[in-house]
């Protein structure tokens, strides 16, 4: 068996060409000339996928069904402009928006959801065209404490509760106003239109201080 396994390398190393390679890489010391022989074998590197690891209906199938898709509620895929069907110029308000009827009412007589999203909590309040509030709602009144008032979760949450309030009292219709950067900004309009109210129109009121005080001066350590 020894004897096998040292032939290939003794025949190498009676070889001409092998004897030539040494020569030449010794060299003498007018010309010297450097050739280097590599006896490693090259190898290539053999890499696996995931899908090699699964079962056979699974790799027929591939690696996308085990994906799992989260179930979303009902009416959560339904966007803003999907509940109101609105047409495309009427996206932006002009003269006689204000006259202009939104099932039966005038827009300018339709009340007033007030969002002021903080990064704290989510306050929400409904009024009427005037400006008297009729209701108030906010993550914290609803439960959520601490750091998940400022969640857009809770948000969602405190949306769809004042939504079904807003329908127990016959508000069908509103539009928003929007006032903050909070994560429940968007959320809790999600909310509402989940519980079944009808949002025709949304504006951003957040406060732009186009000329803001000096800065505090940075803290000395």
Request: net charge positive; with cysteine.
């Amino acid at each position: 068996m020894f004897r096998r396994l040292i032939s290939p390398v003794r025949a190498l190393l009676q070889s001409p060409a092998f004897g030539n390679a040494v020569q030449s890489s010794v060299g003498s010391s007018k010309t010297p000339q450097t050739s280097a022989v590599s006896l490693v074998p090259v190898s290539s590197a053999f890499h696996t996928t995931s899908t090699a690891h699964l079962g056979r209906k699974q790799r027929k199938q591939g690696a996308g069904s085990f994906e799992t898709k989260e179930a979303p509620l009902e009416g959560e895929n339904a966007s803003l402009h999907d509940v109101r069907k609105s047409r495309e110029e009427d996206v932006f308000p002009d003269l006689h928006l204000p006259t202009r009827l939104f099932n039966g009412t005038m827009f300018r007589d339709i009340p007033i959801l007030h969002v002021k999203a903080t990064k704290n909590n989510t306050l929400m309040t409904v009024s009427d065209s005037n400006g008297l509030p009729y209701l108030l709602r906010s993550c914290g009144y609803d439960g959520f404490k601490n750091a998940r008032k400022g969640t857009n979760v809770a948000a969602q949450a405190t949306g769809f509760v004042l939504g079904k309030k807003m329908m127990q009292r016959g508000l069908r219709t509103v539009r928003v106003k929007v006032n903050g950067l909070g994560p429940g900004r968007l959320s809790s309009l999600r909310g509402v239109t989940i519980a079944g109210v009808e949002i025709i129109s949304i504006t951003d009121s957040t406060r732009v201080s186009w000329n803001p005080p000096r800065p505090r001066k940075q803290r000395r350590i």
